[in-house]
């Protein structure tokens, strides 16, 4: 998080030049300009005051603006790929983890496989967008072929793995997350 550029915006969104947000929280106006510059950082205690001065707490200014984002870009995009089980995640929404719910888009390479997840609370979808995969539900297994879906309550060991000769694409979501 720039906490730099967050707090200018605060100040602007306040109608408050440096000096004035400086005269409040009774710090010089050189300061601020470098906190809002990254080139400083402000104990807690200042950030606290500084926060209070421009309407906002400590709580509200890290209760990050990604909670409100409705859009996500390519940008937003986090990527990991998994060269032993031969599969590559892309997290699709950022800080997911902390909603209700947590979509990634997986692909598997031929032989590819997911991590086995244990039995939890909750459901998880899947939307085949290429290729097919097995789904492996506790004793069972299914095929599931492109634009194909699976939807099951996660109170079983499961995971994927694509057992054909070319890469398959998986739209997975859990709740609650679990990747």
Not at 15 to 36: H, M, P, V, Y
Not at 39 to 57: H, K, N
Request: charged share 25%; glycine share 6%; proline share 4%.
């Amino acid at each position: 998080m720039e906490i730099g550029s967050k707090l200018k915006r605060l100040r602007m969104k306040n109608n408050l030049t440096q000096e004035e947000l400086a005269d409040r929280c009774e710090l010089s106006k050189g300061f601020i300009s470098q906190i809002e510059r990254d080139l400083a950082s402000p104990s807690i205690s200042t950030l606290s005051d500084l926060l209070q001065c421009l309407g906002t707490d400590l709580k509200d200014f890290f209760n990050d603006a990604a909670d409100n984002d409705v859009v996500f870009t390519k940008e937003d995009v986090f990527i990991k790929e998994n060269k032993e089980d031969l599969n590559v995640v892309n997290w699709i929404v950022p800080n997911s983890q902390k909603h209700d719910m947590e979509p990634i888009i997986i692909t598997l390479l031929p032989q590819g496989i997911s991590y086995m997840d244990d039995p939890h609370d909750g459901e998880e979808f899947g939307f085949v967008l290429s290729g097919s995969i097995t789904l492996y539900l506790g004793s069972e297994k299914f095929k599931v072929k492109k634009h194909e879906s699976f939807y099951y309550k996660a109170n079983q060991s499961h995971y994927i793995k694509n057992n054909g000769k070319s890469n398959a694409t998986v739209l997975w979501v859990s709740t609650p997350p679990s990747f």
